[in-house]
């Protein structure tokens, strides 16, 4: 058995977010676009009294509104993995690519993404990012973009998927 490193701080991730803006607990509430405010409050009604919601809440009847935004990731442990259960339409279109059934790890540039899920995993948390420089795809005309980092839970306490919605900011030219 490999011994998994452990998650980084918070200060060292924001360091290797900049120049986005990294929010987390009570500074998310304000800090987001009105689609990600609307997906927060149904995160923080499905949760309950848990730290997180179990995925069995996740449904296609609430989750709708956000498909094309939304990218979905499985979590598996040692080694820790993220494969890619669901890619949104505007996500495929933001980076060329559809990832569905792939794992993150496959892909150049995904370091960061895959520290920070760590942190989220360890701490059991959501997260927010604005500002994200896209490096997946520079080909496209998308140059930034945020995200909102939401865990759920297996049937016990463990994050087993974490789902991301984003938002996409053209570059100016």
């Given at each position: 058995m490999t011994q998994e490193?452990?998650?980084?701080?918070l200060e060292t991730l924001i360091g290797l977010s900049v120049p986005a803006k990294v929010y987390i607990g009570r500074d998310l509430a304000g800090n987001s676009w009105p689609l990600a405010d609307r997906f927060l409050a149904m995160w923080q009604d499905l949760r309950g009294n848990k730290?997180?919601?179990p995925r069995t809440t996740l449904s296609p009847m609430n989750?709708?509104?956000y498909l094309p935004f939304l990218t979905i990731f499985d979590v598996s442990y040692d080694p820790f993995r993220m494969k890619c259960r669901l890619m949104g339409s505007a996500f495929v279109g933001a980076i060329g690519y559809d990832a569905t059934g792939h794992y993150v790890d496959d892909y150049p540039n995904t370091e960061p993404l895959i520290r920070r899920a760590r942190w989220i995993v360890s701490k059991?948390?959501?997260?927010?990012i604005i500002g994200l420089p896209l490096a997946w795809s520079p080909e496209k005309d998308y140059k930034t973009y945020d995200t909102l980092c939401l865990p759920f839970l297996d049937?016990?306490?463990t994050v087993d998927t974490i789902l991301y919605l984003n938002q996409f900011h053209v570059s100016e030219k």
């Open positions: 490193p452990a998650p980084d701080s730290v997180a919601p989750i709708s509104e059991v948390q959501p997260m927010l049937d016990g306490d």
